[in-house]
Nanobody
Framework: QVQLVESGGGLVQPGGSLRLSCAASGTISRPYAMGWYRQAPGKQRELVARITSVGSINYADSVKGRFTISRDNAKKTVYLQMNSLKPEDTAVYYC??????????WGQGTQVTVSS
């Protein structure tokens, strides 16, 4: 069973930065993608950034140029560096690890609040 543990959320002022981390535990013997999603109050969960096992990356248009996703395969960890944060980035951020549609895992979520 794969488990994901997120860290790094918190309160930051507009224009500030945060770095989220997500570490996976358990045996993973197939290629997998990792990503970050977010859900703001009253809104649907949306993709923020995703990185595949071969390093292909895609970002939501709203975060391009401000957020950077990376992964450390040896540590089974994915990171999200968030710069130039805006109030509209406020949400619960969820880590995702996807092997197949059946083997799709989520973290518990970490709150990011951007406010002065």
């Amino acid at each position: 069973q794969v488990q994901l543990v997120e860290s790094g959320g918190g309160l930051v002022q507009p224009g500030g930065s945060l770095r989220l981390s997500c570490a996976a535990s358990g045996t993973i013997s197939r290629p997998y993608a990792m990503g970050w999603y977010r859900q703001a109050p009253g809104k649907q969960r949306e993709l923020v950034a995703r990185i595949t096992s071969v390093g292909s990356i895609n970002y939501a248009d709203s975060v391009k140029g401000r957020f950077t996703i990376s992964r450390d395969n040896a540590k089974k960890t994915v990171y999200l560096q968030m710069n130039s944060l805006k109030p509209e980035d406020t949400a619960v951020y969820y880590c995702n690890l996807r092997i197949t549609a059946t083997f799709d895992y989520w973290g518990q979520g970490t709150q990011v609040t951007v406010s002065s």
